[in-house]
């Protein structure tokens, strides 16, 4: 077995356990982590680290077949993830494709939001909704360090207490933590942009169920990245938690906003939120439902942007 580095910092297994497989012979492979809760693999043999911490990845691999012996080979690495960084998707945006180094980038088409509006420049997207274990480190030694109400889903679920208020306070320290980055929270026409990842409709899967892509209609938070992703990698952009945005609400803007990178009202009583959540049905989890909230209020989370 295998273990290859990703140019994006997560870790593939390539199996070999099984003898070279001839004509009309079977194999299946299946990998189990010892400790979902610092790593995970997928399917294909994709290794995510969650936590800091040591695990084992197992692999199981069975051939079988007519006049070929069954046989059954298992395999195992160790891994150790020392340290989580923020899993930023790089999304160049521009009018046409691009040219930029290999791996390093996913290189997209500009494609309107609902309302007509397009976003052109390059910018970041955090793949996941902040977690909770991300927020304990970064704003430890602050009153607003402690767990927050579903305390039981550990470290790897959302943020789901913060208000948009007290999420600028986590960007500010994290920003000093983390200087030269430019964290900050996504405009509403690039939140849209990334949870679409080209789609046109409801949902940001084409001929997937809503269930199959984000928590709704439940009574509990899931921790982060357990559902379908879409077409640039981000997880639970329905449902699970709403998301705070940068923009202040205004009903009618979109009709006389600029066409390309909207930045919202410059004022208002109301920030928008985006996404849905696990207590909502499906309706509220739309790529385009719209809920907008005075920036103190609570009960919410957020993913983060990245420059420019």
Known sequence: ???????????????????????????????????????????????????????????????????FTPTVRLDSVTITVTALPYA?????????????????????????????????????????????????????????????????C??????????????????????QQDPGKGYRLPTEAEWEYAARAGTTGDFNVDGQTAAALGWINGAALSPVAQKIPNAFGLFDTHGNIFEWVADWYGDAYYASSPSVNPTGPASGATRVLRGGNVLTPQYFARSAFRLDLPPSTTGHGFRLAQFP
């Open 154 to 175: 550990g470290d790897l679920c959302p943020v789901e207490q913060a208000s948009w208020s007290e999420i600028q306070q986590f960007i500010t320290r994290l920003n």
């Open 88 to 152: 930023l998707a790089d999304l160049v945006l521009s009018p046409g494709s691009v040219t930029l180094p290999s791996g390093q980038w996913v290189t997209l088409v500009t494609q309107a939001t609902t309302a007509g509006q397009g976003v052109t420049v390059r910018f970041g997207m955090q793949l996941t909704e902040d977690t909770q274990g991300q927020w304990r480190q970064v704003m430890a030694g602050t009153a607003l360090a402690g767990p927050r109400y579903f305390t039981a």
């Open 1 to 67: 077995m295998l273990l290859r580095r990703r140019e994006d910092g997560r870790c593939g297994i390539t199996a070999h356990a099984v003898t070279t497989a001839g004509a009309g012979v079977n194999v299946s492979t299946t990998y189990v982590s010892s400790v979902p809760g610092v790593a995970t693999v997928s399917a294909s043999g994709l290794v995510s680290g969650m936590a800091p911490g040591t695990a084992t990845i197992r692999v199981r691999a069975s051939g079988s077949g007519a006049g």
